[in-house]
């Protein structure tokens, strides 16, 4: 099942089917261990709305109002390679390489909720940066008690040349307005994502097809509940969370984004989220 949140309310979509519930609190609603079986108790006795669609196409927000956005980095073998890259001139590589091996994992903070685009917003690039990448990531959705209960696509807005440039300025490369996009919905479900879905970048500038990849979610090395439990260790989130999961593709040098390209990012059973760069 499908959860949209929209200026008119929630959407459900069921079986193609999409429900609306008008009364209901975004960040009450969805921070739910059970959230699965609340969904379908809301639709059971519910006929399909023809509204919901109207909702969807003129009224779509960013499925997080409340929840902060976090993310990981250096999960996937081609991002360790590609921050060892980015960052061998200022003798930073290493510390890639550390963190790849180790226990612990690298999170940081990316976004809070009002800050977070949506399905067909604008993103952003820092005027400051001379290389800027999309990192299109899966992204759970968290409970407050750490259950993962959801997950949408996001958008890691990110300048490769302000985090090559010197590790310590992971937050200017990460964290800045317009950084980052969720959508267009969270895909509830209680089994996990399946290991062969994957992600696909696709960068469309001036209407020609400028960049492509795609990645299973197989490859990525942590685990996702053990990336939740460090996230959860010493710190609370009352209104759950999201996190982002880290990229496994990783344009090379030859790349950065420009003004005005389109970012669509697709993964398996959850759609499509498309930004375009302010």
């Keep these: 099942m499908k959860i949209y949140r929209t200026t008119h309310g929630i959407v459900i979509e069921n079986a193609h089917n999409l429900y609306t519930l008008k009364s209901e609190n975004w960040d009450t609603f969805i921070n ?11 639709i059971i006795d519910a006929d399909p709305s023809e509204e919901a669609h109207e909702w969807i196409s003129n009224g779509l927000l960013p499925p997080v109002e409340n929840q902060e956005v976090w993310a990981s980095g250096v999960t996937y073998y081609r991002s360790k390679l590609g921050r060892q890259e980015e960052s061998k001139d200022s003798g930073g590589g290493t ?60 958008n890691d807005m990110s300048s490769r040349s302000i985090e090559g440039e010197n590790p310590l300025y992971l937050p200017q490369a990460k964290i800045y307005d317009g950084c980052a996009a969720l959508g267009p919905c969270i895909f509830v479900t209680d089994s996990p994502l399946p290991a062969t879905s994957e992600i696909k970048l696709e960068i469309i500038r001036e209407s020609n097809l400028v960049f492509s990849d795609a990645i299973s979610i197989d490859q990525i090395k942590r685990d996702f509940n053990q990336l939740v439990e460090f996230l959860f ?15 496994g593709i990783v344009p090379d040098q030859s790349f950065t984004l420009k003004s005005g390209d389109v970012i669509k990012i697709h993964i398996d059973k959850i759609g499509t989220l498309i930004n375009t760069v302010d």
């Design 32 to 42: 739910d261990d059970q959230l699965l079986q609340k969904m379908e108790a809301a």
């Design 95 to 154: 510390f890639y390489e550390k963190v790849y091996q180790a226990e612990r994992p690298e999170l940081f903070m990316k976004a809070t909720g009002p800050r977070v685009k949506g399905h067909l917003q604008n993103v952003r690039i820092r005027k400051d940066s001379t290389w800027d990448v999309p990192e299109p990531e899966l992204t759970l959705m968290v409970s407050s008690s750490g259950k993962i209960i959801g997950y949408t696509i996001g």
């Design 233 to 247: 260790r010493e710190y609370s989130f009352p209104q759950g969370a999201f996190l982002m999961t880290g990229t």
